[in-house]
């Protein structure tokens, strides 16, 4: 069965610090979408990507934050300079049309030190 | 702004019985509902879901029910088993979004 995969599994980093966390979405899924879960807390939405260009953001996802699909399976999401509050699960989710159901990814833990 | 509540944090029941979690939405733009099962260190799983155009779907031993006048759904597990142990989050989106709204999820006990 097909999977949306992540890497890596979980990183550390010091606080200002730049990540690139990577997702490998189901492969003829055309949606993509970056969340993030603080330990505790619900599901956050952060950002949606069609036709290579973001689609929809939610307010957590400032100037710091940037995705990317750099070829045709990878998708990623960067965050320029880590702060404590960016340690969270981050979860990739991909679909293959608007509005349906999404599947998603592991997850990468990060934590920010 | 809590556009999707589960108010039980968690829930224990006995193996073999019903399990009903529930969720609450209070923006009525919302047409398309999902249930998630999450277990440690993994990503949320979908399990099953619900257009607004309907009132119950169901998928093997998991049912869920959507009351649109209340704007609440409910997901049913019948027989319960000790493997369905998980948090369950409920998840809404509108006709023309692509973002997923999700409730705070509820942990799921099954007690063999």
């Known amino acids: 069965e097909p999977e949306v995969t992540q890497t890596p599994s979980h990183q550390v980093t010091q606080m200002g610090q730049e990540v690139i966390l990577r997702c490998v979405p189901i492969?003829?899924?055309?949606?993509f979408y970056w969340y993030r879960q603080i330990l505790g807390q619900k599901v956050e939405f952060l950002v949606s990507f069609y036709n290579n260009e973001i689609s929809e953001k939610s307010e957590i996802f400032d100037d710091q934050f940037s995705v990317e699909r750099p070829d045709g399976s990878n998708f990623t999401l960067k965050i320029r300079s880590t702060k404590l509050e960016d340690s969270a699960m981050y979860f990739c989710?991909?679909?293959?049309?608007?509005?349906?159901?999404?599947?998603f990814g592991p997850g990468t833990r990060l934590t920010v030190l | 702004d809590q556009q999707v509540k589960q108010n039980s944090p968690s829930l224990s029941v006995q193996e073999g019985r019903i399990s009903i979690l529930n969720c609450d939405y209070t923006n009525s733009m919302f047409d398309y509902f999902l249930w998630y099962k999450k277990y440690p260190a993994e990503g949320p799983t979908f399990l099953i879901s619900?257009?607004?155009?309907?009132d119950k779907n169901e998928d093997g031993r998991f049912t869920v029910f959507l009351n649109k006048s209340a704007k609440h759904l409910s997901l049913h597990i019948v027989p319960s088993q000790p493997g369905d142990s998980a948090v369950y989050f409920c998840?809404?989106?509108?006709?023309?979004?692509?973002?997923?709204?999700f409730g705070k999820g509820t942990k799921l006990t099954v007690n063999p």
């Open positions: 998840a809404a989106s509108k006709g023309g979004s692509e973002k997923l709204v």
């Open positions: 989710a991909s679909s293959d049309r608007l509005a349906a159901m999404e599947f």
């Open positions: 619900i257009s607004s155009i309907k």
């Open positions: 492969s003829n899924h055309l949606y």
